[in-house]
Structure formats: C-alpha cells, structure tokens
C-alpha cells in the first residue's frame, strides 16, 4: 500500500492512513478481511461481498424479541390505562387505546416519557403515572395550545 502524494510504502494500514492525514489526503477506506486490499467505503460492500464473505446479520434483535418487545409495550399501555381510569379525564373518550395519551401535569416532575422506548418495570411505569392525566388525543392538542387548562381538573 503506497501514499498517493509521496509514494510512501508500508503494509500497516494504520501506519499508512497516519501518513495520509499529515498530507490530507486520507480517504474513508476499510481494509477487506479476506484478501487485505484498502477499498474505498462507497465500493466496500460489493468487493466484500466479491470476496466470497458472507456478511454478518444487520439485524441486532431477531424478528421474535422485537415481537415480544411490541406485544409487552401493548400490555404495558392496557394496564397503564386502565389504572388511570380507562378514559379521558376532560370528554371521557374510551374508545381507541391509540388515540389516548399521557400528559404530565408538571413537566419539571418528570423522569421520563411513558411512551419512551425503553422498557422499564411495571413498578417505575406506576410511579411515572402518577404525575400524568390520562388524555385523549383532541384534548391533548388543546392542553398544549393552551385551551384547556390542566389545574382546573386537578383542583376538582
């Protein structure tokens, strides 16, 4: 492997990208596994894949954890509703779990979203709960406009 600028050999590619840098010549390059020749990225998956490797699964989680993981986030939001009251606090709308959301009263109180990816234990969900008011999307839209305002039901 040779420097564009100074023709400077070396079989280290570390060595050799080092040497790159101080002319600014350095390009985004990977190093084949297989048959060790420095390739560019943007043609990096078709020499790869030339080589006879076969790539790596992309995918973290199987198809089935990431099943799992919907299904206990649809339970999780069942058991929340329903232990805020199972509709909205303003126009007791109850019929679509989607369109009902969770709104935290004092936004200073709050550790985190309960719709936030992460899944964290039922315990933790329960005390984030209850910060929140239990809101319909329409009613949700107009809390954050401004049009109704949350301390009249909490004062109820």
Same mark, same amino acid.
């Given at each position: ?22 002319h600014?010549i ?12 420095? *390739? ?5 998956t ?5 080589? %006879?490797?076969?790539? #790596?699964?992309?995918?973290?989680y199987?198809?089935? #954890?990431?099943?799992q ?7 999780t ?14 126009? %007791? ?17 709050? #550790?985190?979203? *309960? ?5 964290r ?19 949700? @839209?107009?809390?954050?406009? @401004?049009?109704i305002?949350? @301390? ?5």
């Amino acid at each position: 492997m040779k420097c564009d600028k100074c023709k400077f050999e070396t079989d280290n590619y570390r060595v050799l990208n080092g040497h790159k840098r101080i002319h600014g010549i350095i390009k985004q390059t990977k190093i084949c596994s297989k048959c060790k020749k420095e *390739i560019t990225l943007n043609q990096y998956t078709r020499h790869y894949e030339a080589c %006879g490797k076969k790539r #790596k699964n992309k995918y973290k989680y199987s198809k089935e #954890k990431v099943r799992q993981v919907s299904e206990w986030r649809r339970r999780t939001k069942r058991k929340a509703i329903e232990y805020k009251g199972g509709k909205c606090v303003f126009c %007791g709308y109850n019929k679509c779990i989607r369109s009902l959301a969770f709104h935290h009263v004092n936004s200073e109180d709050k #550790k985190f979203a *309960i719709s936030h990816k992460n899944i964290r234990s039922w315990d933790r969900v329960k005390e984030e709960l209850d910060k929140c008011i239990l809101v319909c999307s329409n009613c949700h @839209g107009e809390i954050e406009d @401004g049009m109704i305002l949350v @301390g009249d039901i909490i004062e109820k």
